[in-house]
């Protein structure tokens, strides 16, 4: 419940929250994002997010603002649990657990980007972006009534493409596909063992002040 | 520009209410097995004995909160375990001077309070309550424990070692059902191939 609170809550910001400032032009904007986990992340956590958010901030910059520069902050969460029925056995040296497991994951990426928009300011304005800063991961798995976390700040980047339309005003829906990728830490575990890290595709509707 | 805005508005809300995680407290989803053994231990024997009565653990001078409902499935359990392993029980007394095994069974429970602090806020937002308001949850957690000891091998200080330690832990939000008994020390057998009789 807590989590619908928050989406709902997210979403009435993203609607309301989507404002350029009018002296700088300065945008900023919130989105929703759905998340799809990829390799490591997806061996750990094998299941779509649907919790996910990000907030950006851009200064456009050149003829017809066809460049912009600014911050991009997110929020995601993976989550998979076994079924009622699947149970999982983890043998180390003579002793043996076996519970039912709960793997999460959620990642808070904090990233300068810079975008380069196509068409007019006026209109449909499609973007690359590459994102690129630090994200920081908090990884847990419990069995039974026990808990194991790891938490990790790893170097990261997010490329992305995207497109803006116009809608009224001066706001535009934002849709954006993004790729985060980071390093891999020590600190962080997969069916590989440590040393993983935690990509994703992420697809984003939210709005934003148009460039 | 509006058919935009209105595609934005449904296609995030729907978004939104699917975006729910669930609750984990369902009770038998936090059980936990885990067994270990005394890696030189020596399991192949002929017979064994089951303490025929399964220890309450409780602070002394409190009283014993667990029910005996489920003594009997346990016995019957561990022992239907042993059987189909290969062992020969050795009933009563003698069994506890002769067998080459002995076993025993044991419950405890405890219950822990977590507090956390909260806020809260009335209709329209209007007027929140912050911290020092806290809330509080209360969970009882109980155990169960198979332990086996080799007769065969010469006492410690005094005291037989164990070979054998299984301990299976739950929430105990609802009662324990015969069948949550029941997997939970047969889960204890399967971890442990290594409780054979034959070599």
């Known amino acids: 419940m807590r989590y619908r609170?928050?989406?709902l809550t997210a979403l009435a910001l993203t609607a309301i929250g989507a404002a350029p400032?009018?002296?700088?032009?300065?945008?900023?904007?919130?989105?929703?994002?759905?998340?799809?986990?990829?390799?490591?992340?997806?061996?750990?956590?094998?299941?779509?997010?649907?919790l996910g958010f990000t907030l950006d901030v851009r200064k456009p910059a050149g003829p017809d603002n066809r460049a912009a520069a600014g911050a991009t902050f997110g929020y995601y969460e993976f989550y998979q649990m076994d079924g009622a029925a699947t149970t999982t056995t983890i043998n180390f040296g003579a002793t043996a657990v076996t519970g039912q497991k709960y793997r999460h994951v959620f990642a808070i990426p904090m990233m300068l980007?810079?975008?380069?928009?196509?068409g007019r300011s006026s209109g449909t304005r499609p973007y690359l972006g590459l994102n690129a800063g630090v994200t920081y991961v908090k990884q847990t798995v419990d069995i039974g009534i026990y808990t194991l976390t790891s938490d990790v700040v790893v170097v990261s980047a997010m490329p992305e493409i995207g497109v803006m339309l116009p809608t009224t005003g001066r706001t535009a829906m934002n849709i954006h596909l993004r790729y985060h990728i980071s390093f891999g830490s020590d600190n962080l575990y997969s069916s590989g063992g440590s040393g993983a890290s935690m990509p994703f595709l992420s697809l984003g509707i939210g709005f934003m002040g148009k460039p | 520009m509006r058919k935009h805005l209105l595609a934005a508005a449904l296609v995030s809300a729907a978004f939104a209410s699917g975006g729910c995680y669930p609750d984990r407290f369902d009770g038998t989803s936090y059980d936990l097995i885990a067994s270990t053994h005394d890696s030189t231990g020596n399991f192949h024997a002929t017979t064994y004995a089951l303490k025929d009565t399964v220890v309450h653990l409780t602070d002394p001078g409190s009283g014993d909160a667990l029910t005996r409902t489920l003594d009997p499935t346990i016995l019957a359990t561990v022992r239907a375990n042993m059987n189909s392993r290969g062992y020969t029980e050795i009933a009563g007394s003698t069994g506890q001077t002769t067998a080459d095994l002995r076993l025993v069974a044991a419950v405890s429970s405890n219950e822990y309070t977590q507090y956390y602090w909260d806020y809260y806020c009335g209709i329209y937002w209007y007027?929140?309550?912050?911290?020092?308001?806290?809330?509080?949850?209360?969970?009882?957690?109980?155990?169960?424990?198979?332990?086996?000891?080799?007769?065969?091998?010469?006492?410690?200080?005094?005291?037989?070692?164990?070979?054998?330690?299984?301990?299976?832990?739950?929430?105990?939000?609802?009662?324990?059902?015969?069948?949550?008994?029941?997997?939970?020390?047969?889960?204890?057998?399967?971890?442990?191939?290594?409780?054979?009789?034959?070599?």
């Not at chain 2, 209360?138 to 005094?158: C, E, K, W």
């Not at chain 2, 105990?172 to 008994?181: D, F, G, I, K, Q």
């Open chain 1, 5 to 7: 609170t928050m989406a």
């Open chain 1, 21 to 50: 400032a009018a002296a700088q032009r300065t945008s900023v904007g919130m989105s929703y994002d759905w998340s799809s986990p990829m390799g490591d992340l997806k061996s750990f956590v094998n299941n779509d997010s649907w």
């Open chain 1, 113 to 118: 980007n810079v975008t380069g928009y196509g």
């Open chain 2, 127 to 199: 007027g929140c309550y912050y911290p020092p308001y806290y809330s509080s949850y209360t969970y009882t957690t109980g155990s169960l424990f198979v332990a086996m000891q080799d007769r065969r091998v010469p006492p410690v200080n005094a005291k037989q070692p164990l070979i054998w330690l299984s301990i299976a832990n739950g929430l105990m939000n609802t009662t324990p059902s015969a069948s949550r008994v029941t997997d939970a020390i047969n889960t204890m057998f399967t971890q442990s191939p290594y409780i054979d009789a034959t070599p």
